[in-house]
């Protein structure tokens, strides 16, 4: 059974461009959450979505950021006009269900704007 | 809002020596708690966690964590220390998100060093 899966597992974008990164969940899991780690940081939550729906994103930022997780595909999360400060770690976790259930991360996607 | 503190930013112990790595909760509610381990470049890998039960949890690789509810604490412990076992390491508490579901919510982490 595949962990969860993130690519591309490094991406470097300059100012102003976007930056689309992805996860599939662990088979069987429906609930996905995307968290933020920045430099010498611990890990802040970004946003929690089952399939074809947006449950919370207290989170994300209101301007320049997106996530969707389609019927079929894997979950997006999009950075619009990136800027320096968005260089950071981005980890994609799911679980099989709500409640207090063990979230599985994926190896991160390491984004570097330059 | 639930949170979890890591009171040490690094600890440092000898290989064979006990290790603890401590951490301490503020809940409303039954705390659900949880540690993960993190190594360079890596994504986080589950160590165990305490939902409910018994207050010393068995996880991977060794490690137990002993969920204190009068002192508030849930430290992860292993009785002898690895040089492998150098790594970050994260409390989290399960928070219940306000549109439904959770999340979790994770302490600075704490930078073991395990030496020869």
């Known amino acids: 059974n595949a962990g969860v899966m993130q690519n591309p597992r490094h991406l470097v974008r300059r100012r102003g461009q976007e930056a689309r990164l992805r996860c599939s969940p662990m088979?069987?899991?429906?609930?996905v959450y995307w968290y933020r780690q920045l430099p010498e940081e611990g890990l802040k939550f970004m946003v929690y979505?089952?399939?074809?729906?947006?449950?919370?994103e207290s989170g994300m930022p209101k301007e320049r950021f997106s996530a969707e997780f389609p019927k079929e595909g894997p979950s997006i999360l999009r950075i619009q006009q990136v800027v320096r400060g968005d260089s950071a770690a981005y980890f994609c976790?799911?679980?099989?269900?709500?409640?207090?259930?063990?979230?599985?991360f994926g190896p991160g996607t390491r984004l570097l704007v330059l | 809002a639930q949170s979890v503190a890591q009171p040490e930013d690094q600890v440092n112990v000898a290989e064979g020596n006990p290790l603890t790595v401590k951490c301490t909760y503020s809940?409303?509610?039954?705390?659900?708690l949880f540690w993960y381990v993190q190594y360079p470049n890596r994504g986080l890998q589950f160590l165990l966690k305490?939902?409910?039960?018994?207050?010393l949890v068995k996880g991977s690789y060794g490690f137990e964590a002993e969920f204190n509810k009068s002192q508030t604490s849930f430290h992860l412990k292993k009785p002898s220390a690895l040089v492998s076992d150098s790594a970050l390491y994260f409390c989290a508490v399960r928070d219940i998100l306000t549109g439904g579901g959770n999340k979790l919510t994770f302490g600075t982490g704490t930078q073991l060093k395990v030496e020869l």
């Open positions: 976790a799911s679980s099989p269900r709500s409640g207090p259930e063990t979230q599985y």
């Open positions: 088979k069987g899991h429906s609930h």
């Open positions: 979505l089952q399939k074809e729906n947006i449950i919370d």
């Open positions: 305490y939902i409910t039960g018994d207050n």
């Open positions: 809940v409303s509610g039954n705390p659900y």
